[in-house]
């Protein structure tokens, strides 16, 4: 497909269909590190869309502060995510040039690797079906989960409806 250098906001080498899981495309890509900034928050589920808003603002308003090179588009990581068990996630922004980060911003990265991409479209509330698209096209092609997962939510919630809300997946493969 040839070498791609941007999907979606992050660096990528290489992006190929590799199914079709109901209404899911999934890609295969191998992503690049990237540097982030971001803050770490361990929340109860039913916390977790009033938190992710929060921590976006927060990262943003930092990088717009410090006038910092980044993505246009904010990702959460979900480092822990079992209910109704707390959930561990970060919050931020990819982000060029940047050494460190302050107070509870801090720098991070997302790890290189092969990883597998959808894109859902709707609703925060009814993205479980993507992620069991990417589960069940893992489980029958053999692959492993190499990681945590993290979204990517390309708009934003305070200016298009629910069912236009777009969030692309990534779901990092061993």
């Known amino acids: 497909m040839g070498l791609l250098r941007l999907f979606l906001g992050f660096s990528c080498l290489f992006a190929t269909t590799v199914a079709q899981a109901g209404d899911y495309k999934i890609d295969v890509i191998k992503v690049e590190t990237q540097k982030t900034l971001i803050l770490h928050a361990v929340v109860k589920p039913e916390e977790v869309t009033k938190q992710l808003a929060k921590d976006i603002s927060k990262v943003a308003s930092y990088i717009k502060l410090k006038n910092i090179p980044a993505a246009n588009t904010p990702f959460a990581r979900y480092l822990q995510f079992e209910p109704p068990k707390p959930v561990e996630m970060e919050t931020g922004y990819a982000v060029a040039a940047v050494n460190s980060g302050e107070g509870d911003i801090l720098l991070h990265e997302l790890p290189e690797g092969r990883a597998a991409v959808t894109k859902h479209v709707g609703p925060y509330e009814k993205i479980a079906p ?39 997946i990534y779901y990092p493969l061993k």
């Open 130 to 168: 993507a992620y069991e698209a990417i589960h069940a096209w893992m489980e029958s092609s053999g692959e492993k989960p190499g990681g945590a997962p993290w979204e990517v939510y390309l708009n934003d919630p305070a200016k298009v409806k629910p069912e236009e809300l777009k969030t692309v």
